[in-house]
């Protein structure tokens, strides 16, 4: 098993209204997305082909936390939580090994299915007092990814060892229009540490 994460993104857009017909003033609106750290827990196992290549599968759990905010003459506050489970494959190359050492490069593609995803949105007004809440299920599509890395990893019984393995993921656009971290920046450095299990 393992977790990962990357880090948290915050984007904030400001925009001018013009008055209209009720006000003649200007409107600034305030937008603002924040994308919590992404959690994934993982359980790999990995296939010996030779003494060199090996492939990997296994299962992953996605947890993805936004929170969008708009700010005028009122406050409109959206969060909106995914969870996924996902199917890694990829292969993995052995280019170092002495003893119980390992150090390799591992490649390969990962498809995460959605399983749950809401988002809850309340407003409020100047003085505080909410106006609106609403809780409603969301469909986000099949978010398909690759990934490039590298990992040490040291065997602690010839079956399993433990291992860390810094790898670059790159999300493809699924056009859905659910903005996630993966949206607003596909390409996201992942850290997995934890236990893999080979044979």
Same mark, same amino acid.
Request: glycine residues 8%; neutral net charge.
């Given at each position: ?39 994934? +827990? ?148 992942? +850290? ?8």
């Amino acid at each position: 098993m393992s977790y990962s994460g990357v880090n948290k993104q915050t984007n904030i857009q400001k925009t001018i209204i013009l008055g209209g017909i009720s006000s003649e003033k200007p409107q600034e609106v305030i937008k603002e997305s924040y994308h919590h750290i992404p959690i994934v +827990l993982s359980l790999s196992f990995n296939k010996k082909i030779d003494e060199h290549w090996g492939l990997e599968t296994g299962f992953q759990y996605t947890y993805l936390h936004s929170d969008f905010t708009t700010i005028t003459n009122s406050y409109l506050k959206e969060t909106q939580k995914i969870n996924y489970i996902g199917i890694p494959l990829k292969g993995t190359f052995n280019i170092y090994n002495k003893q119980r050492l390992f150090v390799y490069l591992s490649t390969g593609v990962t498809l995460d299915i959605p399983i749950k995803a809401t988002s809850e949105s309340i407003a409020s007004d100047e003085s505080g007092q909410i106006t609106f809440f609403e809780k409603n299920d969301i469909h986000p599509s099949l978010q398909w990814s690759t990934n490039l890395g590298i990992g040490i990893q040291y065997q602690i019984t010839p079956s399993v060892g433990i291992y860390a393995e810094p790898n670059l993921h790159y999300y493809f656009n699924n056009g859905d229009g659910v903005k996630t971290i993966r949206t607003e920046k596909s390409f996201n450095v992942v +850290l997995p540490i934890g236990i893999r299990l080979s044979w």
